[in-house]
């Protein structure tokens, strides 16, 4: 193994680490490894469904919440734009308060991708109900939107927005019932919108050409795992570079396309 291969590597081997070793002092530096480390890096650990979810679940809610922004790349000052809490209560949500807002935790599971019982709970119910549509549009962590509608939220998300989406059918055969979209703009390299389905998508010539059009930032169509969920359920994004930075977002790419249950195809 040369020494590019051994770096890359190295995030999962200290997640397998991490969650395996009975000596606190190397679990204790795998911690300090694993939240030090950049999306990046923690996007090689995505790579492994079962080893994300495990990650994700780790019973310290402090651990969990921290790990998950890390990983889309999300600042106190993201979190805090896109939700309007203060700066010392979004310093507390990822390092002290056992209680955070009910609105916070909510708008932060959806930034994050996560249950909302992952951000409160110490240990995760095994037996939750990840009913985002209803829980998070009950509790205003969502924008109603229909698809036609969502291009235009590009430059109007500085991070992460959840979307309460009502004509799915419109752009995928089969979702008759609201579903949710994100959109993903944390990364300096990509920006995604992800779609929550409950089927694969058929991607015919038409389909393709309704997406170029609705969507003109898109150069790449992923459809992937929705982490914590079976493997039925979908995430679909609709991907592109940010200006100036496709020689990052190819890398990055390359990266995503290793993911188990995962394929990436042009647009």
Request: with cysteine; proline share 6%.
């Amino acid at each position: 193994m040369n020494a590019r291969e051994e770096f890359w590597d190295q995030p999962i081997r200290k997640a397998q680490e991490f969650l395996n070793t009975t000596d606190n002092k190397k679990r204790a530096q795998c911690r300090t490894y694993l939240l030090d480390a950049n999306y990046r890096l923690l996007f090689r650990i995505q790579i492994e469904k079962a080893l994300w979810e495990q990650l994700v679940l780790y019973p310290d809610v402090f651990f969990r919440r921290q790990l998950c922004a890390k990983s889309f790349g999300l600042s106190q000052q993201m979190i805090r734009d896109e939700t309007d809490f203060a700066s010392g209560t979004i310093h507390n949500l990822l390092n002290k308060s056992e209680e955070p807002p009910h609105r916070l935790v909510y708008s932060f599971a959806v930034m994050c991708n996560v249950p909302s019982d992952m951000i409160v709970e110490q240990k995760h119910d095994e037996k939750y109900i990840y009913d985002l549509p209803t829980k998070n549009w009950f509790h205003r962590a969502l924008v109603e939107k229909r698809i036609d509608e969502l291009n235009k939220e590009n430059d109007q998300v500085r991070s992460i927005r959840g979307y309460r989406v009502s004509d799915p059918h419109s752009l995928f055969e089969g979702e008759n019932s609201p579903i949710i979209a994100r959109w993903v703009r944390s990364y300096p390299e990509m920006e995604y919108l992800e779609f929550h389905l409950n089927h694969e998508v058929a991607l015919y010539p038409q389909k393709r050409s309704i997406i170029r059009k609705m969507f003109p930032f898109a150069t790449h169509l992923v459809a992937t795992y929705t982490p914590l969920q079976p493997k039925h359920k979908r995430s679909f994004w609709i991907v592109g570079p940010k200006s100036n930075k496709e020689n990052a977002f190819f890398e990055l790419l390359q990266v995503i396309e290793k993911r188990q249950l995962t394929s990436i195809s042009p647009l």
